[in-house]
Nanobody, 115 residues
């Protein structure tokens, strides 16, 4: 079992940057997969970026070259660094963890990008 707590959302102008943090209740290296999802108003939730226990990462095409997922095991935390933000990045961002065939979600954090 794992508990997840996100932080770092907020309001930023287009072209700006934010860093989201997902603090886990156990070692992030022990978790099979951790990812950041987002859901914009009126749209389906989508995977933004993910990282596997072995370190492999994947990104949605729309955020490649702008977003970076990373982890710090000493802090049990996964980060999402978001650069060159666009208004279309506005959404609730949620952290997800897959562990032992179960999925766990954080509470979500709002990211709003103004034009």
């Amino acid at each position: 079992q794992v508990q997840l707590v996100e932080s770092g959302g907020g309001l930023v102008q287009a072209g700006g940057s934010l860093r989201l943090s997902c603090s886990a209740s156990r070692s992030v290296f022990s978790i099979n997969f951790m990812g950041w999802y987002r859901q914009a108003a009126g749209k389906q939730r989508e995977l933004v970026a993910g990282i596997r226990s072995g370190g492999t990462t994947n990104y949605a095409e729309s955020v490649k070259e702008r977003f970076t997922i990373s982890r710090d095991n000493a802090k049990n935390t996964v980060y999402l660094n978001m650069n060159n933000l666009k208004p279309e990045d506005t959404a609730v961002y949620s952290c997800y963890a897959a562990l032992d065939l179960r999925g766990y979600w954080g509470q979500g954090t709002q990211v709003t990008v103004s034009s």
